[in-house]
């Protein structure tokens, strides 16, 4: 893979945390991992913390002094002062928190660039969730970016490459398997946990009360995690070529030639997708550099205008409408690069030959990782720009100029916390760009 990608200081690492010490331990290692494989002076790291009552801020004192130390440009923002007001929507105070991370990292970046610079050079933005991930996904994901082999894509993004490149983000879910993978569920950690019998186990689960008051009590339990399958997670933001949204579970879309890429585990393009890492450019998010577009990105994270009509989404769905708003927002999703929100889903899903290595693995697996996803895993290492040409043949296959003609919109209902995917969903038509003068 092309390890100069952020050659210039080209590349900003971004991320919201907030009760994040779960994480943290390996986000540091990786970090590290990144600043030796890409160059320390060729990164910017800008982290906004707000709210956390755990070990959060104590981690990211020592990621201060690693980053420091490795000679990384970073700001880090602790006990930030945005947190959620009572009442505030959802989505407004997701969309100020991930603003601010963008809005600090635009500061220190044109700082670095003479006193009164108003603009910043960067010309790609990786978001990280709080997940377990790997540096050698994050490198991956750069390859997809203008400039990296990605400009023969058929000529898409702005100067050629894509504008969003994003993995695939898994987690145990109870909730959203068949209540009778459910029960079976419940049977099964019973008998490992409690000792009981398998016919006395298979009542209890049968039973609404006790089943009831199993869900309650183990539902994020590790020795019950451990045993579910991993289930896509990001459904609220992914979207395939035809604007649907995906699945928990294999093949994940409904669109076939995509799901036959994802299953051999190469890239598809997608209408949008976040799913706990992400590669973006900078360009649209950063002041103009040229001057004449203000102080302010040409697109910044915010909730949907639902008063006119705007789909209730994600601030990260709003972005990928935004984007295509301006003629731009073409965007790829990588099936071989996976995180996780959970340790227990990370120890599966980085695992080594069988062995759980606890997330450090650098996106590599055996044949176990084919019977967590149903995807075909091709490692880091293996990678090459070949996949790029194929990506690029695919694209002049399967994808056409007025594609999605329409997006599926499952809004957040007034003051709800969830999504109703069952009976909240509709076809809204998808953003365009204004046609050319």
């Given amino acids: 893979m092309n390890t100069s990608v952020c050659a210039g200081g080209s590349c900003i690492i971004a991320a919201n945390l907030h009760n994040s010490a779960e994480v943290l331990p390996n986000m540091i290692v990786q970090m590290a991992r990144l600043a030796h494989v890409l160059g320390h002076a060729n990164l910017l790291v800008s982290i906004y913390e707000s709210g956390s009552t755990d070990a959060t801020r104590d981690w990211l004192d020592l990621l201060r002094g690693v980053l420091s130390v490795l000679s990384v440009r970073h700001v880090i923002t602790s006990h930030g002062s945005l947190t959620r007001r009572r009442g505030q929507d959802r989505i407004a105070f997701l969309a100020s928190v991930r603003q601010a991370a963008v809005d ?162 190469l890239p598809a393009e997608v209408y949008c997708c976040w799913n706990g890492l992400v590669a973006l450019a900078a360009a649209p998010l950063l002041p103009d550099r040229g001057g004449s577009g203000g102080a302010a990105g040409r697109v910044r994270f915010r909730a949907g205008d639902v008063a006119a009509g705007e789909c209730a989404s994600s601030e990260c769905s709003l972005l990928c409408d935004d984007l295509r708003r301006l003629g731009r927002g073409t965007a790829v999703m990588d099936p071989g690069v996976r995180v996780a929100y959970r340790r227990v889903a990370a120890e599966r899903l980085f695992a080594r030959d069988g062995e759980e290595t606890g997330g450090g693995g650098g996106g590599q697996g055996g044949a176990a990782d084919d ?67």
């Fill in 104 to 265: 600090q990292a635009a500061a220190a970046c044109a700082s670095s660039y003479g006193s009164g610079a108003v603009s910043c050079a960067a010309s790609r933005l990786v978001f990280i969730n709080d997940v377990f991930f790997a540096a050698a996904d994050v490198v991956r994901l750069l390859q997809y970016g203008a400039g990296t082999g990605g400009d023969g894509a058929g000529g898409v993004g702005y100067g050629g490459g894509y504008d969003v490149a994003c993995g695939m983000d898994f987690e145990p879910i109870l909730a959203d398997l068949p209540p009778a993978r459910q029960r079976d569920a419940m049977t099964s950690h019973l008998q490992r946990t409690w000792g009981l019998a398998e016919p006395t186990a298979a009542r209890l689960a049968a039973w609404p009360l006790p089943f009831r008051y199993w869900k309650k009590a183990y539902r994020h339990a590790p020795s019950l995690l451990r045993s579910l399958p991993l289930l896509f997670y990001d459904i609220w933001v992914a979207r395939d070529l035809t604007g649907a949204r995906l699945h928990r579970a294999a093949p994940y879309v409904a669109h076939a030639a995509t799901a036959r890429q994802l299953r051999a585990g």
């Fill in 371 to 437: 019977d967590y996803t149903g995807i075909e895993l091709q490692s880091s290492e293996e990678w090459s720009a070949a996949v790029l040409a194929d990506l690029a043949a695919w694209r002049l296959q399967h994808v056409s100029a007025n594609m999605p003609r329409s997006v599926e919109c499952c809004g957040l209902r007034p003051g709800s916390e969830g999504v109703d995917f069952e009976h909240g969903c509709s076809r809204v038509p998808a953003p365009r760009a204004p046609a050319a003068p």
